[in-house]
């Protein structure tokens, strides 16, 4: 069984990755998109998306970190992964799953769905340009507005060259209402050679295991349950709902986070309490600890918080 850290934009940034993936057992990671236009991007841009290509390609745990694009420009997209696996992305993933109306707006992400013909072009544009031993892989929807191509997009992408595709189950226009509808990947699957990694609404091991079942898949991307509950990939390998991290652990998890490697460049306070305030659906504790730091405005302040909410 293969569990994924799934990409969330504005949320599994490199410093989210970081610490995810120091305590969860994740196979390996995906970036945020990095959106291809009309040029090939400057290599600033592939080290601010994805600094572990310093590292390997890997986190400081050890996960891989794959590179994903968003576009649709063949060329481009083609020539910006070619860069990528220079500066040492150990594979290459495509979307063709954000929902986003700025980007579908833009003809990008979950739009495209609606064009199986064109993510067939997009994804063997990829393929044929990086070498052969570097996986390429994409990220669907059930659909765009509807389920109409859903097999053709699944067969686009796998006649392409791809090496797997993640389906999200669920449509753009259902974006992340639940449920997700797992039993619609099953047809997926079962139409496929290459391996089909379920996505979308799984929250819990139980949530996990009912999801194999419907589904008919193996692998599972993890969304927003990974930065809601950091050890949920240890409770699916372990086969229990009850937590395997204590709240102590989860605090020097929260100020490896406060004292990252990149907290001079974006908002690490209000990043820190958007996590926060997510995983207080789940822990009492961080809910508390919400209410002490919501409008505390200095780092070192939070960090106090934090120790002082030892147990």
């Known amino acids: 069984m293969k569990l994924v850290l799934a990409p969330m934009e504005g949320l599994t940034d490199p410093i989210m990755r970081d610490v995810l993936t120091s305590v969860g057992s994740f196979d390996w990671c995906v970036t945020e998109f990095i ?3 009309d040029s090939v991007l400057p290599d600033h841009v592939y080290h601010n998306y994805c600094p572990e290509l310093l590292n390997d390609g890997k986190t400081a745990a050890g996960t891989p970190v794959h590179v994903q694009f968003l576009g649709n420009n063949p060329e481009m997209l083609a020539a910006n992964a070619i860069r990528a696996v220079e500066l040492g ?4 993933d495509m979307n063709f799953g954000c929902p986003a109306k700025t980007v ?6 979950s739009v495209l769905l609606d ?4 993510v067939h072009l997009l994804v063997k ?20 507005m509807d389920r109409n191509y859903t097999l053709e997009n699944a067969h686009a992408i796998e006649d392409a060259g791809a090496a797997w595709v993640t389906v999200h189950a669920r449509t753009k226009a259902e974006g992340y ?3 997700a509808f797992w039993d619609q990947l099953q047809p997926i699957r079962e139409a ?6 379920a996505n979308g609404e799984i929250w819990t091991n139980t949530d996990a295991k009912q999801c194999q079942l419907e589904s008919g898949c193996e692998d599972l991307m993890i969304g927003r349950a990974a930065v809601t509950t950091p050890d949920i990939t240890q409770c699916i390998r372990q086969n229990t709902d009850e937590a395997l991290i204590t709240w102590n652990e989860l605090l020097a998890l929260q100020i490896r986070f406060l004292n990252g490697p990149y907290k001079k460049e974006v908002n690490m306070i209000g990043r820190y309490k958007q996590w926060l305030g997510m995983m207080s659906k789940h822990y009492p504790e961080a809910k508390a600890l919400w209410n002490e730091v919501k409008r505390i405005k200095a780092l070192a302040e939070i960090i106090e918080k934090l120790n002082a909410s030892k147990h």
Do not use: C, F, Q, W
Request: aromatic share 2%; net charge positive; no cysteine.
């Open 35 to 37: 959106r291809v236009t």
């Open 89 to 92: 992305a150990p594979a290459i």
């Open 104 to 109: 579908n707006r833009h003809r990008g992400g």
């Open 115 to 118: 064009e199986p013909e064109v």
């Open 125 to 144: 544009a990829v393929r044929d340009a990086v070498p052969s031993h570097i996986p390429v892989s994409a990220k669907m929807r059930l659909g765009y």
């Open 177 to 179: 209402t639940p449920p």
């Open 192 to 197: 496929l050679n290459i391996n089909v990694i």
